[in-house]
């Protein structure tokens, strides 16, 4: 018995999810819905589980089927690479646009860019780093880096990670003040609170209180705009407390320019993740920086 006689259901399956909908996944797949519609059917049977929720007018995954969809995607993707690598001389050429923050730009893509130009450098990566969301098609981008939960774009999106938060300060600035001990005391100290461009707030403080998440909005004399890292060198310079992630951290802190707050009400994080048009065929030079961005070193 073949063991992946379902690999065109699966097809189907990633298909009308990347398009959005069944008619939109027949019209790349030159079929009918009908058709895709049994195909995913025959899947969710072969599964033993809810991979979609159907209504009249959208579809959605369901938990089991975004974790399907992402290691299918991916082993789809590796297949797709594994054939073109053996198409004419094998080796990746290109230009990729990638777009990131500059949180991630500045601490997290170093090491992976340099991991992708040793394997790579026939590719060129046009990198932008700046802190505002690119309209990936309006402006000719391949990849672009978000920060936070996604929301229902069209686009295909991959996990980077999800990144600890720490709250912090200097040694000078904890000197005079002292150390908070509990969030209501936190409230009495001076707060860097970065601004959010989409709302011109606040962004809230993540910390979790009791076993149960609490979004604290910082306040303070203050307001950092455009860009986050703006706190962080405020902090170090001993103007007042800021939350950043663990990444950005670790090194002040190993180093004694900052020094951690209130660690007992860490553990959240926010994530970061890669996404890029629905295209089934992307260049061999983009499959291969999705690849390495998305691989856990």
């Not at 159907?54 to 579809?59: D, E, Y």
Request: aromatic share 6%.
């Amino acid at each position: 018995m073949r063991r992946f006689d379902h690999l065109a259901d699966v097809e189907a399956f990633i298909t009308v999810m990347d398009k959005g909908s069944m008619t939109a996944g027949a019209v790349a797949l030159a079929t009918t819905p009908s058709v895709l519609s049994r195909a995913i059917t025959r899947l969710e049977t072969k599964l033993g589980t809810q991979l979609v929720r159907r209504t009249t007018r959208r579809i959605s995954l369901t938990d089991a089927g975004r974790v399907y969809l992402d290691q299918v995607r991916a082993a789809f993707e590796t297949i797709d690479q594994a054939e073109r690598a053996i198409q004419g001389d094998g080796v990746v050429a290109g230009r990729v646009r990638l777009s990131a923050p500059t949180t991630y730009g500045h601490f997290q893509l170093p090491e992976k860019l340099t991991r992708f130009a040793t394997r790579h450098p026939s590719v060129t990566v046009e990198l932008s780093i700046a802190n505002r969301n690119v309209d990936l098609v309006a402006e000719g981008y391949d990849l672009a880096i978000r920060l936070g939960q996604l929301p229902d774009s069209g686009m295909i999106g991959r996990r980077l990670e999800d990144a600890p938060l720490r709250l912090v300060a200097s040694p000078d600035y904890v000197a005079r003040r002292g150390m908070p001990r509990s969030v209501d005391e936190l409230a009495a100290h001076t707060c860097l609170p970065f601004i959010m461009p989409s709302s011109g707030r606040p962004a809230p403080w993540l910390l979790r209180v009791a076993g149960a998440d609490l979004d604290w909005i910082p306040h303070g004399p203050i307001q950092v705009e455009d860009d986050v890292l703006g706190t962080v060198s405020l902090t170090e310079a001993g103007l007042g407390i800021c939350q950043t992630y663990d990444f950005i951290a670790r090194d002040r802190l190993a180093r004694g320019s900052l020094v951690e707050l209130l660690p007992e009400f860490g553990g959240r994080s926010r994530p970061f993740s890669l996404i890029y048009p629905p295209h089934r065929n992307l260049p061999a030079a983009t499959r291969a920086l999705i690849d390495c961005l998305v691989e856990q070193a």
